[in-house]
């Protein structure tokens, strides 16, 4: 499986995880070879959804989770812009989350 269809794949599984989750308005950010990822207060994210009228920004990752600083800029910029912000990580068919509200 080459990286484009491992891509699919896996935001096929984060957005499942989304809508099971009772998020909704879910959005997956166009990726090409000049724009990856959408920046907010110095992370970046794949895409965007709400839950119970709330803004959330994701991050999708295959079989990485956040490192520890990482985890402290999402509480940080998740505490100070009122944001909800998630970290997926993919691995086979099971879905980690990390949220930060």
Same mark, same amino acid.
């Not at 957005?15 to 207060?41: G, I, M, Y």
């Not at 839950?51 to 520890?68: H, Y």
């Not at 993919?90 to 509200?101: A, E, H, L, M, T």
């Given at each position: 499986?080459?990286?484009?269809?491992?891509?699919?794949? %896996?935001?096929? =599984?984060?957005?499942? /995880? *989304?809508?099971? @989750?009772?998020? !909704?308005d879910v959005? *997956?950010? &166009?990726?090409?070879?000049?724009? =990856?990822?959408?920046?907010?207060?110095? *992370?970046? +994210?794949?895409?965007?959804?709400? *839950?119970? =009228?709330? +803004?959330?920004? +994701?991050?999708?990752? %295959? @079989? #990485?989770? &956040?490192?520890?600083?990482?985890? #402290?800029?999402?509480?940080?910029?998740?505490?100070? $812009?009122? !944001?909800?912000?998630? /970290?997926?990580?993919?691995? =086979? $068919?099971?879905?980690?989350? /990390?949220?930060?509200?």
């Amino acid at each position: 499986m080459n990286t484009r269809e491992r891509m699919y794949e %896996t935001n096929g =599984k984060a957005r499942k /995880w *989304l809508k099971e @989750n009772k998020f !909704v308005d879910v959005h *997956l950010f &166009p990726h090409n070879r000049f724009c =990856k990822d959408v920046h907010f207060q110095g *992370l970046s +994210f794949d895409g965007c959804a709400s *839950l119970e =009228k709330r +803004f959330v920004l +994701f991050q999708i990752k %295959t @079989n #990485e989770k &956040p490192s520890k600083k990482i985890q #402290e800029q999402m509480i940080i910029a998740s505490k100070e $812009s009122s !944001v909800v912000m998630i /970290w997926m990580s993919i691995v =086979k $068919s099971q879905v980690q989350v /990390w949220q930060y509200f």
